[in-house]
Each structure stands twice: as C-alpha cells, then as structure tokens.
C-alpha cells in the first residue's frame, strides 16, 4: 500500500513541478546550472539489453541524471564565491538527455535564467551536459568542476607512476598548479612529454591529453576566480548524495524505472522546500 501510495504521489509530484511559476527578478544576481548522473540498482527487466558492468555483460544500473541551480550575488570575507542560502533547487529523473534537458530548462525559466546577469553551466566532461547547455543556455559561462577536471591528470599519474610514489606526488603537484592558473597547455605538454612503455600507458595518455584538448575552455580558472565565480560543482555531488545515493542506493535495494522516478520526484519536492507548496495544489486540485 505505501509503494502504491508512493508511485501515485511521485506522480503527481512530477505534475506539479511542470507548472508554470513567474521568474523572479534575478538582474544582479549569477545563475549557476550544474548537471551529473549516477547510477541507480535497477531490476533485471529494466536494464535488459543494456551493455554494462555485470558479470554477463550486461548493465545492473541505470543512470538518474540530478541537475541543480542556485543563485549568487556576492562574495565572502575572504574573497571566495559565496552561494545565496536557501537558493538550491533541484530536478531529476532517470530519463534521456533530451527529456532532462526540457525539465533542467523549464527550472530554470522559473528560476530567472531568462533574466541572470551571467549564467554559468557547471558539470564533468559528459558530452550530454555540454550539448544541453549549449542547447538551453546558450551564452553560458561553461566550466568543468575542478575537482573532476583533476581526476584526469592523476590518471595518468597513476599509470606512468603507481609504483614510485615521489614521483608521482611531484607530477602531479606541478600539474595542479598549472591546472589552478587555467594553465591547460601545460598540462598536456608535461603529458605528452611522457614516454609510454605499455598499451595501457599509451592509451592513457591519448584518452587524457584528448580530454585537455577538448575542454580547455571550460578550464580557465584563473579567469572565473578573477570573475567571482565558483569552479567546483559540490553543491550538486552533495544533492546526488542525498537525493539519490541515500535513497536509492541503499543495501539490497533494487528499482523499477517508475518506482524510482516517483522517489526522485518526491525527494526533489523535499529538498526544494516545496513539500507544502505541493499538498496545497494538490488539495486545490482535488
């Protein structure tokens, strides 16, 4: 009866995050965009056909792709990007690029995008983050998160590296610093610089110096510091946390797709503080 219940109100929870809300004046204000997905335990049906990670080849998750906007409109005592408090929303659902891409889109038209002084789309190198945001964010400031964006020189690190630790910890420090002063260039001439001894170690440097290449763009963080902006997307890997992974993701728990869109709908609900917003337009409905 409680999954019945549930399924009915994370639909109905679904209804009511389409409806229309007029944008508030955000003139002054910096829109941030961020995007990610993580994978949800699926039951066999739902992940049938799907290549992946299972011992038969066969996938076990699927991917609930979190999207989430706030608002900035000054900096700390220290110097630092500073989030408005409470202005975190957050939409989700284990759906198809395009189909996250209208529902990211419709939050932040009532969010104000529309009218933000500057819009910034934050996200990992995901081709589908960066298609949607220049798709429905068009004149965006697009920013990999730091912190992913770091995870693909210790990659490499590690594959040329792993057993002589000096070394590794000295090339990869020199890398964070050219990293941190949006120094991108540097970063893949040092790769390239590498000289493989195996497969694994040349198809790592390939893999990485094309992911430099490919967003060194989105890499200019000594120039979003100057800007006052944020270059990390914690506020959304926290939101995948407690939206998804909490819930979700729990020992022994298996989904169906439906079952585990009506949750993420609800827990949206939650987390947005709109959970009463949402039983008054349902009692008026009613």
């Known amino acids: 009866e409680i999954e019945r219940i549930a399924h009915k109100l994370g639909s109905e929870a679904e209804e009511f995050s389409r409806v229309a809300a007029p944008a508030p004046d955000t003139g002054h204000q910096t829109v941030y965009v961020c995007m990610d997905g993580t994978g949800g335990p699926m039951v066999g049906a739902e992940t049938e056909g799907r290549s992946g990670k299972g011992e038969n080849g066969q996938a076990k998750t699927r991917e609930a792709k979190l999207g989430c906007i706030f608002t900035q409109s000054g900096m700390d005592d220290d110097g630092n990007a500073e989030r408005d408090e409470h202005s975190t929303t957050y939409v989700g659902a284990i759906e198809t690029s395009d189909e996250f891409s209208h529902r990211l889109y419709e939050e932040g038209l ?62 990869t420090e ?29 198809e790592t440097a390939k893999t990485e110096v094309g992911y430099f290449q490919k967003h060194r763009k989105r890499m200019r963080y000594d120039v979003f510091r100057r800007l006052g902006l944020f270059v990390g997307s914690g506020v959304l890997e926290a939101g995948c946390r407690a939206i998804i992974g909490q819930r979700l993701k729990q020992s022994g728990m298996h989904w169906t797709l439906a079952g585990a869109n009506s949750i993420i709908a609800l827990r949206c609900l939650l987390f947005n503080s709109r959970w009463e917003d949402f039983w008054g337009w349902r009692a008026r409905a009613t």
């Open 174 to 202: 020199k890398r964070r610093e050219e990293l941190d002063a949006g120094n991108v260039a540097k970063v893949i001439k040092a790769i390239l610089r590498l000289v493989p001894k195996t497969d694994e170690q040349r």
């Open 110 to 171: 009532k969010r104000g995008v529309s009218q933000a002084k500057r819009v910034c789309v934050i996200g990992d190198g995901a081709g589908w983050i960066w298609t949607i945001a220049q798709e429905q964010f068009q004149g965006a400031i697009e920013i990999v998160d730091l912190y992913h964006a770091r995870e693909h020189y210790w990659n490499v690190a590690n594959a040329f590296y792993s057993n002589r630790k000096g070394m590794l910890h000295r090339w």
